[in-house]
C-alpha cells in the first residue's frame, strides 16, 4: 500500500449523525478510489489495539471509549501521494483549525469527535489497512 494508498475510518459521530454519504462523496471527488469498506464496530479491546500508539497520552482511555460506541466505515483509499492529500481533504485534528470546506471543518464537533481517522504516513497506511481487512478483502 505504500506510496499511493492511506487508510482512514469514518468515526462514530460522523456515522450517527448520518454523514457517511457526504463524507464518502468528498472522498470520491477528491479522485480517491475505495479498494476496500466496511461498516463494522470496534470492540474496546480492538480500538485500544489500534490506538496502542496513544496508551500513555491522557486522552487515550476517551478515545477508546468514543471509538467503541458505535460504528465506523473503515477505508483503504487509493490515489497519487495519498497520505498527503487525504491528510489536506481531512483538515486539522481540531476542526476550529481546518482550512474551509475540508472534511473536519464541515463534518466535525471537536478536537475528540473529529469524524475521520486518516493515516499520517505511508507506513501507518500499511499497517492500519492490515489492522481491519485481510488480504482477500482489498481491491
Not at 80 to 109: H, K, W
Request: charged share 20%.
Amino acid at each position: 500500500m505504500s506510496g499511493n494508498r492511506t487508510f482512514t475510518m469514518i468515526k462514530p459521530d460522523a456515522v450517527r449523525a448520518g454523514h457517511i454519504g457526504n463524507i464518502l462523496k468528498m472522498i470520491t471527488d477528491a479522485g480517491f478510489m475505495i479498494r476496500a469498506m466496511k461498516y463494522t464496530r470496534l470492540s474496546s479491546d480492538k480500538a485500544g489495539q489500534f490506538y496502542a500508539v496513544h496508551a500513555e497520552r491522557p486522552f487515550y482511555s476517551e478515545l477508546v471509549e468514543f471509538m467503541s460506541s458505535g460504528p465506523i466505515v473503515a477505508a483503504i483509499l487509493e490515489k497519487d501521494n495519498a497520505v498527503v492529500d487525504f491528510r489536506t481533504l481531512i483538515g486539522a485534528t481540531n476542526p476550529e483549525d481546518a482550512a474551509p470546506g475540508t472534511i473536519r471543518a464541515l463534518y466535525a464537533s471537536n478536537v475528540g469527535e473529529n469524524a475521520v481517522h486518516g493515516s499520517d504516513s505511508d507506513e501507518n497506511a500499511v499497517i492500519e489497512g492490515a489492522f481491519h481487512f485481510a488480504g482477500t478483502e482489498v481491491f
